[in-house]
T-cell receptor
């Protein structure tokens, strides 16, 4: 079955450490997205990519970095500059790669990041 | 900037009762609207979408929503809920050009016997 796989499901970060969250999709979608979910705040966009080797900052990109070297993969690195990284991180993809946000997004099951 | 407001953070309801989850958006231009459902520790799943055409949209699991342009609303309804409908529901909107998808803060639907 086609879908989005996020790993790991749970992740712990030590102070001063960078961690990378994996997101892989086999839906042949052009666009991919990273969201952060905090209780009572809904989803906030961190980064998005509409084509390989290109990505744009979302609303809360500070302290995060991404790469898009392959169509199927869009890893997110939470750097030590992100002072409050504890959250639920969701990766999504959609079929439209152009600047049109009317395509429904398909979500992975998320990674829960906590601080040790 | 575009915004999406879900007025109710929690909605308790008895099984087999009807339910309405409210969503209002702010946009003076054409808008695309979505409802997603999230079960515990899972990602979001699309329930339904409004892009254009008929203002009454039917989705999965017996849910439907009505687009009301004059009231800038897109309320989600189900005539008879089931225990398995217990989840968090998110409304989202986009103006479709270079505008990103904006999510509401979510409504927790709690269905009890």
């Amino acid at each position: 079955d086609g879908g989005i796989t996020q790993s790991p499901k749970y992740l712990f970060r030590k102070e001063g450490q960078n961690v990378t969250l994996s997101c892989e999709q086999n839906l042949n979608h052009d666009a991919m997205y990273w969201y952060r979910q905090d209780p009572g705040q809904g989803l906030r966009l961190i980064y998005y990519s509409q084509i390989v080797n290109d990505f744009q900052k979302g609303d809360i990109a500070e302290g995060y970095s991404v790469s898009r070297e392959k169509k199927e993969s869009f890893p997110l690195t939470v750097t030590s500059a992100q002072k409050n990284p504890t959250a639920f991180y969701l990766c999504a993809s959609s079929s439209q790669g152009t600047l049109v946000w009317n395509q429904p997004q398909h979500f992975g099951d998320g990674t829960r990041l906590s601080i040790l | 900037a575009q915004s999406v407001t879900q007025l109710d953070s929690q909605v308790p309801v008895f099984e087999e009762a009807p339910v309405e989850l409210r969503c209002n958006y702010s946009s003076s231009v054409s808008v695309y609207l979505f409802w997603y459902v999230q079960y515990p520790n899972q990602g979001l799943q699309l329930l339904l979408k409004y892009l254009s055409g008929s203002t009454l949209v039917k989705g999965i699991n017996g849910f439907e929503a009505e687009f009301n342009k004059s009231q800038t609303s897109f309320h989600l309804r189900k005539p008879s809920v089931h225990i398995s409908d217990t989840a968090e529901y998110f409304c989202a909107a986009s103006t479709g050009t270079a505008s990103k998808l904006t999510f509401g803060t979510g409504t927790r639907l709690q269905v009890t016997l």
